[in-house]
């Protein structure tokens, strides 16, 4: 079954403490979030500085930093294109249980505390169930 529902599974918990699962979508999850805030405010500073954001992806595509991730979310704001993949309020909400699971374990996560600003910035600008990539208005 897990094999029609994903690419890979991953089996955890073998060492009997529980949690594993939910602990690693933590550490993937901020990755998407940060990600996402990051390239959100790159296109956002390069309009602010009056270049056009298209050359933004012009330079970075094909190079050591561009990646699927970073095409589509660029190309999403690009077009003005919301449509929920994985919402600004459930990033949020995300981005307070990893912070909450860092300062637990004792691990500072600045980026993900900060990419949690944003979305809070979006989503009381009303773009809470608009995909995360919405953060983009937080920047204005």
Do not use: C
Not at 46 to 53: C, F, Q, T, V
Not at 98 to 113: K, M, N, P, S
């Amino acid at each position: 079954m897990f094999g029609a529902v994903g690419k890979r599974t991953f089996w955890l918990d073998e060492d009997g403490a529980s949690g594993a699962g939910t602990r690693l979508k933590l550490a993937t999850v901020s990755v998407a979030v940060s990600t996402t805030a990051v390239v959100a405010e790159a296109l956002a500073l390069a309009k602010g500085l009056g270049i056009d954001p298209e050359l933004v992806l012009d330079v970075i595509g094909g190079g050591p930093l561009d990646s699927l991730y970073f095409q589509a979310k660029s190309k999403a704001i690009l077009a003005g294109d919301f449509a929920p993949a994985f919402s600004v309020r459930n990033a949020e909400k995300d981005t307070r249980l990893i912070t909450e699971a860092g300062e637990a374990a004792g691990v500072r996560l600045d980026v993900v505390a900060a990419a949690g600003e944003r979305f809070r910035r979006a989503e009381a600008q009303g773009h809470g169930d608009e995909d995360m990539a919405a953060t983009y208005f937080a920047s204005f």
